[in-house]
C-alpha cells in the first residue's frame, strides 16, 4: 500500500521561508512523477512543482524562482524548499505521485495522480 505522508508545514510571516517534507513508502514503480499541490479555500487545486524520475523539474509560474523541489531516493523523500512567501502561498499542500512520467509535463486539469497525501497547512501573514 502506497502511503504519502507530509510534514513541515506551518505559520510563517511574508518573506519567510519553510521547507516541507513527504516520505514516500510501498511505492514499487522505478519511473514516477512526484510533486506538490496546493489549494486555498474557495480557489482550485493548483499544481506548484513537480519532479519526475530523471531529476528534471518543472513549476508554476507563481512560484518559479522562490520554490525548489528535489527528493532524496535513498530516504525516500520528496522535499519543496519555498522562499520569500507571500500571502497568497497560503493554502494546503499535498505531496503526489504517480508511475506516469508524463504527469510531470501536462497541465493540471490533464492530469490526475493516482497517490495522494493527506496534506500540510501552509500559512503566510502579512
Known amino acids: 500500500q502506497v502511503q504519502l505522508v507530509e510534514s513541515g508545514g506551518g505559520s510563517v510571516q511574508v518573506g519567510g521561508s519553510l521547507r516541507l517534507s513527504c516520505v514516500v513508502s510501498g511505492y514499487m514503480y522505478s519511473t514516477y512523477c512526484m510533486g506538490w499541490f496546493r489549494q486555498a479555500p474557495g480557489k482550485e487545486r493548483e499544481g506548484v512543482a513537480r519532479?519526475?524520475?530523471?531529476?528534471?523539474?518543472t513549476y508554476a509560474d507563481s512560484v518559479k524562482g522562490r520554490f525548489t523541489i528535489s527528493k532524496d531516493n535513498a530516504k525516500n523523500t520528496l522535499y519543496l524548499q519555498m522562499n520569500s512567501l507571500k500571502p497568497e502561498d497560503t493554502a494546503m499542500y499535498y505531496c503526489?505521485?504517480?508511475?506516469?512520467?508524463?504527469?510531470?509535463?501536462?497541465?493540471?486539469?490533464?492530469?490526475?495522480?493516482?497517490?495522494w497525501g493527506q496534506g500540510t497547512q501552509v500559512t503566510v501573514s502579512s
Open positions: 503526489v505521485v504517480d508511475p506516469r512520467i508524463d504527469h510531470c509535463y501536462y497541465r493540471d486539469y490533464e492530469v490526475e495522480f493516482g497517490y
Open positions: 519532479i519526475d524520475s530523471d531529476g528534471e523539474t
